[in-house]
């Protein structure tokens, strides 16, 4: 059981806009700390996607974008692309805890 | 561009010490603007943060793994390491190395090593 929870999947139609959840609580999101968004291709190590919320590194598309509000955070896709098949972790910091957390992770799948 | 590199047994028998190093190149370790870090992923299941050090010495662990976990940093060699003692079949997982960004409202993995996977079994 993960502290952050994401839907286990989502799928979409190339070109469609697709989003995750990730739903926390008040000692990690609802806290005020930060949600980052990573993307794992099938047998690779993950690749950060999304920082601070809504920030993208350089090299990530604008296609990719991140919100946050209350207790939740979301990624969102638009413009679907086959590559974009992966899995998607959700992650922030937890008080109560004292570590890092991750939520359970999503796989997408382009239909 | 900063590169991590994890190398170490692939296999390790129950009850004895997983130990990991991570190489980083490209970039110094003691440059002061990341903590470096180990994530863990077991087969087919989500990402698990085990701890982070700092160049200076500082460590920070994952409390549920904490009396099992040591974390150092070499950086004359521009390397940290990770060990995990008394190990089960519960630590067999691909285990990636990871430098993060610390600030005020938590933390990033901003780059990471391709992983390598460590076996727990007799």
């Known amino acids: 059981q993960s502290v952050l929870t994401q839907p286990p999947s989502v799928s979409g139609a190339p070109g469609q806009r697709v989003t995750i959840s990730c739903t926390g609580s008040s000692s990690n999101i609802g806290a005020g700390y930060d949600v980052h968004w990573y993307q794992q291709l099938p047998g690779t190590a993950p690749k950060l996607l999304i920082y601070?919320?809504?920030n993208r590194p350089s090299g990530v598309p604008d296609r990719f974008s991140g919100s946050k509000s209350g207790t939740s955070a979301s990624l969102a896709i638009t413009g679907l692309q086959a590559e974009d098949e992966a899995d998607y972790y959700c992650q922030s910091y937890d008080s109560s805890l004292r570590k890092g957390v991750f939520g359970g992770g999503t796989k997408l799948t382009v239909l | 561009q900063v590169q991590l590199q994890e190398s170490g047994p692939g296999l390790v028998k129950p009850s004895q010490t997983l130990s990991l190093t991570c190489t980083v190149s490209g970039g110094s370790i003691s440059s002061g603007d990341y903590y470096w870090s180990w994530i863990r992923q077991p087969p087919g299941k989500g990402l698990e943060w085990i701890g982070y050090i700092y160049y200076s010495g500082s460590t920070y662990y994952n409390p549920s793994l904490k009396s099992r976990v040591t974390i150092s940093v070499d950086t004359s060699k521009n390397q940290f390491s990770l060990k995990l003692s008394s190990v089960t079949a519960a630590d067999t997982a691909v285990y990636y190395c990871?430098?993060?960004?610390?600030?005020?409202?938590?933390?990033?993995?901003?780059?990471w090593g391709q992983g390598t996977l460590v076996t727990v079994s007799s």
């Open positions: 990871a430098r993060a960004h610390y600030y005020d409202r938590g933390d990033y993995f901003a780059g």
């Open positions: 601070g919320n809504s």
